[in-house]
C-alpha cells in the first residue's frame, strides 16, 4: 500500500524543522525549496576566503525548540554561548553601556541613572511608574504605547525601541506586545508597574546562564545536518531549484508540480504564499499577503585585528532611529565568537520599518555610508580590508496589534477552503528560530492529523 504523501513547499528552518518532525512516520515526504540551496534566512557568504554568516547567526537560549532540535540531530556537544555579552547604545556622539533590562524596560534605575544614557528627568519620568495607578487595559496594545504611557518617551526611544528594532526592524509603536514580543506582555499581565515586573522576571534567571547559543561552526552546521538526514531517509526527497507556481485540489489530493499529494505544508512568506493559495483559498491568502515585511541589508566588513577601540568583551551597539544614521546595529561578531576569524568581523544591520532609504543606494554608496556611519558611532578611522552587502527583501514580518485575529481568520478560512493545507514559518505565532521551528512542528503534527 502506498504511503501517503506531504508536500512541504519552502526549505527555510520552518520547512526544515516540518519535514524533520515527518521523519519516521510512515509518510512520503517531498520538500521544494525555489532558492539553490536550503536554509532560508540561515545563510553564510564568502568574505575573501572566509565563509561568514550573512544573517541569523544565534537563537534565545531560554526557548527549547532550536537547542531541542540540534540535540536530536546529534549537534549537542557543538552548541556554543557568545563570549561577548556586553551592549552598547550610541547617543549623541558617545557609546553608553545597556543596563540591566527585560527587553529595553529597565530593572535597576540607579544604574540606569550611572550609564547616562537616560537623562536625570528621563530616570524621574520611568521612576512614577512604581506609582503610577493600574492602567492596564484588556487584551493586546502596542509595545510603543504600553512603554510611552508607563515609562515615558525617552526609554521608549533610547533602551525599548533600538533593542527591539535590532531583533526585527520593527516599529515599537505598532508591534503587538502579545504576539510580538511576549515577554512584554508577560510582564505588563505580572504587574501594572513595568519595572516592577522586569526586576522580578529578571531575578528568576539563573546567573551566568547564556541568553543566546549557536552552534562550533555556524547554525549552517544545522542546516547541513538537517539536509543530510533527509538525504539519507528514503521516504524523504529534497527538490533544490524548484519554485512551486500554483496549488490546485485534484480528483484525491493537492497538485503540485503535477503530482498529487494527501497534504501540503506552506512554509513560505506571506507574498510568495499568497500567490500559491489565490486560486484554492482566495479570502486567506488575500489576508495573508497583506501582512507588512520590512526589508534589511547586512554589510559584513573584514577588519585588521583590534581596529576598534573597544574591549574584546563588547558584543555590538544598537543605534536609536532619532540618532539619524543609515546604520541600526553593529554585530561585532569576532568579539562574540572569537573562532570566527583572526581578524575583526563586523556585522552591520542598515534598514527597518520606518527607514527605507538604503534602497535606493547602488552597493558603493551603501558601502561607503555604512562606513562613514561606523566611524561616527566609534570615533574612529574604519579601514575595511573586505566588505559584502548581503540584501533581505521582505524577509521580516510586523506583528501589528492585530496580527492574532488576522492569522486566527487565515488559518480558519484556510482549514474550510483547503483542508489538509497548513501553513508554517516566521508569519504566524512568534518571531525567531525557535518560533519557526515549532512553527514547523505543528504544520507537520496538523497534516498528519488531516490523512490519518
Same mark, same amino acid.
Given at each position: 500500500?502506498?504511503?501517503?504523501?506531504?508536500?512541504?513547499?519552502?526549505?527555510?528552518?520552518?520547512?526544515?524543522?516540518?519535514?524533520?518532525?515527518?521523519?519516521?512516520?510512515?509518510?512520503?515526504?517531498?520538500? =521544494?525549496?525555489?532558492?539553490?540551496?536550503?536554509?532560508?534566512?540561515?545563510?553564510?557568504?564568502?568574505? !575573501?576566503?572566509?565563509?561568514?554568516?550573512?544573517?541569523?547567526?544565534? =537563537?534565545?537560549?531560554?526557548?527549547?525548540?532550536?537547542?531541542?532540535?540540534?540535540?536530536?540531530?546529534?549537534?549537542?556537544?557543538?552548541?556554543?554561548? +557568545?563570549?561577548?555579552?556586553?551592549?552598547?547604545?550610541?547617543?549623541? !556622539?558617545?557609546?553608553?553601556?545597556?543596563? +540591566?533590562?527585560?527587553?529595553? @524596560?529597565?530593572?535597576?534605575?540607579?544604574?540606569?541613572?550611572?550609564?547616562?544614557?537616560?537623562?536625570?528627568?528621563?530616570?524621574?519620568?520611568?521612576?512614577?511608574?512604581?506609582?503610577?495607578?493600574?492602567?492596564? +487595559?484588556?487584551?493586546?496594545?502596542?509595545?510603543?504605547?504600553?512603554?510611552?504611557?508607563?515609562?515615558?518617551?525617552?526609554?521608549?526611544?533610547?533602551?525599548?525601541?533600538?533593542?527591539?528594532?535590532?531583533? #526585527?526592524?520593527?516599529?515599537?509603536?505598532?508591534?503587538?506586545?502579545?504576539?510580538?514580543?511576549?515577554?512584554?506582555?508577560?510582564?505588563?499581565?505580572?504587574?501594572?508597574?513595568?519595572?516592577?515586573?522586569?526586576? #522580578?522576571?529578571?531575578? !528568576?534567571?539563573?546567573?551566568?546562564?547564556?541568553?543566546?547559543?549557536?552552534?562550533?561552526?555556524?547554525?549552517?552546521?544545522?542546516?547541513?545536518?538537517?539536509?543530510?538526514?533527509?538525504?539519507?531517509?528514503?521516504?524523504?526527497?529534497?527538490? @533544490?531549484?524548484?519554485?512551486?507556481?500554483?496549488?490546485?485540489?485534484?480528483?484525491?489530493?493537492?497538485?503540485?508540480?503535477?503530482?498529487? =499529494?494527501?497534504?501540503?505544508?506552506?512554509?513560505?512568506?506571506?507574498?510568495?504564499?499568497?500567490?500559491?493559495?489565490?486560486?484554492?483559498?482566495?479570502?486567506?491568502?488575500?489576508? =495573508?499577503?497583506?501582512?507588512?515585511?520590512?526589508?534589511?541589508?547586512?554589510?559584513?566588513?573584514?577588519?585588521?585585528?583590534?581596529?576598534?577601540?573597544?574591549?574584546? #568583551?563588547?558584543?555590538?551597539?544598537?543605534?536609536?532611529?532619532?540618532?539619524?544614521?543609515?546604520?541600526?546595529?553593529?554585530?561585532?561578531?569576532?568579539?562574540?565568537?572569537?573562532?570566527?576569524?583572526?581578524?575583526?568581523?563586523?556585522?552591520?544591520?542598515? !534598514?527597518?520599518?520606518?527607514?527605507?532609504?538604503?534602497?535606493?543606494?547602488?552597493?558603493?554608496?551603501?558601502?561607503? @555610508?555604512?562606513?562613514?556611519?561606523?566611524?561616527?558611532?566609534?570615533?574612529?578611522?574604519?579601514?575595511?580590508?573586505?566588505?559584502?552587502?548581503?540584501?533581505?527583501?521582505?524577509?521580516?514580518?510586523?506583528?501589528?496589534?492585530?496580527?492574532?485575529?488576522?492569522?486566527?481568520?487565515?488559518?480558519?478560512?484556510?482549514?474550510?477552503?483547503?483542508?489538509?493545507?497548513?501553513?508554517?514559518?516566521?508569519?504566524?505565532?512568534?518571531?525567531?528560530?525557535?518560533?519557526?521551528?515549532?512553527?514547523?512542528?505543528?504544520?507537520?503534527?496538523?497534516?498528519?492529523?488531516?490523512?490519518?
Amino acid at each position: 500500500m502506498a504511503k501517503p504523501r506531504i508536500a512541504i513547499v519552502g526549505g527555510g528552518i520552518a520547512g526544515l524543522a516540518a519535514a524533520h518532525h515527518l521523519v519516521g512516520e510512515d509518510v512520503e515526504v517531498h520538500l =521544494f525549496e525555489a532558492a539553490d540551496r536550503l536554509g532560508g534566512k540561515i545563510d553564510s557568504t564568502m568574505l !575573501g576566503a572566509e565563509q561568514l554568516p550573512a544573517a541569523a547567526d544565534n =537563537f534565545l537560549a531560554r526557548v527549547p525548540q532550536m537547542k531541542d532540535l540540534a540535540h536530536e540531530l546529534g549537534l549537542g556537544d557543538e552548541l556554543i554561548s +557568545p563570549t561577548a555579552t556586553n551592549a552598547y547604545i550610541y547617543r549623541d !556622539g558617545s557609546l553608553h553601556p545597556l543596563p +540591566p533590562t527585560l527587553l529595553g @524596560i529597565p530593572a535597576d534605575l540607579d544604574v540606569l541613572a550611572e550609564s547616562s544614557l537616560i537623562s536625570n528627568a528621563g530616570v524621574e519620568r520611568a521612576r512614577a511608574d512604581l506609582s503610577a495607578p493600574d492602567d492596564r +487595559p484588556e487584551g493586546d496594545e502596542s509595545v510603543g504605547d504600553l512603554v510611552r504611557r508607563r515609562l515615558g518617551d525617552e526609554v521608549h526611544e533610547y533602551l525599548v525601541d533600538p533593542l527591539l528594532g535590532g531583533i #526585527n526592524a520593527g516599529d515599537s509603536d505598532r508591534l503587538s506586545i502579545t504576539y510580538g514580543v511576549p515577554q512584554i506582555r508577560a510582564a505588563r499581565d505580572r504587574d501594572a508597574s513595568l519595572i516592577r515586573a522586569a526586576q #522580578n522576571m529578571r531575578s !528568576g534567571l539563573i546567573v551566568g546562564a547564556p541568553v543566546f547559543l549557536s552552534l562550533r561552526g555556524g547554525l549552517q552546521v544545522l542546516i547541513d545536518a538537517l539536509a543530510d538526514e533527509l538525504e539519507q531517509d528514503e521516504w524523504a526527497t529534497v527538490h @533544490i531549484d524548484s519554485p512551486v507556481a500554483d496549488l490546485q485540489r485534484g480528483e484525491s489530493g493537492w497538485q503540485i508540480e503535477g503530482a498529487s =499529494f494527501d497534504a501540503v505544508i506552506v512554509a513560505v512568506p506571506p507574498v510568495p504564499a499568497s500567490a500559491l493559495l489565490s486560486s484554492c483559498a482566495p479570502a486567506a491568502a488575500a489576508a =495573508f499577503g497583506a501582512i507588512e515585511m520590512s526589508s534589511v541589508v547586512m554589510t559584513v566588513i573584514a577588519l585588521a585585528p583590534e581596529s576598534l577601540p573597544v574591549a574584546s #568583551n563588547v558584543s555590538g551597539v544598537l543605534i536609536p532611529r532619532l540618532e539619524g544614521l543609515h546604520v541600526t546595529a553593529v554585530s561585532i561578531a569576532t568579539n562574540k565568537w572569537p573562532d570566527l576569524s583572526d581578524r575583526q568581523i563586523l556585522r552591520v544591520s542598515v !534598514g527597518r520599518r520606518t527607514d527605507t532609504r538604503w534602497r535606493s543606494l547602488d552597493p558603493d554608496e551603501l558601502t561607503a @555610508i555604512v562606513i562613514s556611519d561606523l566611524q561616527t558611532i566609534f570615533g574612529c578611522a574604519i579601514h575595511p580590508q573586505d566588505a559584502i552587502a548581503v540584501e533581505w527583501i521582505d524577509s521580516l514580518p510586523q506583528y501589528d496589534v492585530d496580527h492574532g485575529q488576522r492569522i486566527d481568520a487565515v488559518e480558519s478560512t484556510l482549514a474550510a477552503d483547503c483542508p489538509g493545507v497548513h501553513l508554517a514559518g516566521a508569519s504566524l505565532r512568534g518571531l525567531g528560530l525557535p518560533a519557526c521551528v515549532q512553527s514547523g512542528r505543528d504544520a507537520a503534527d496538523a497534516a498528519l492529523s488531516s490523512i490519518r
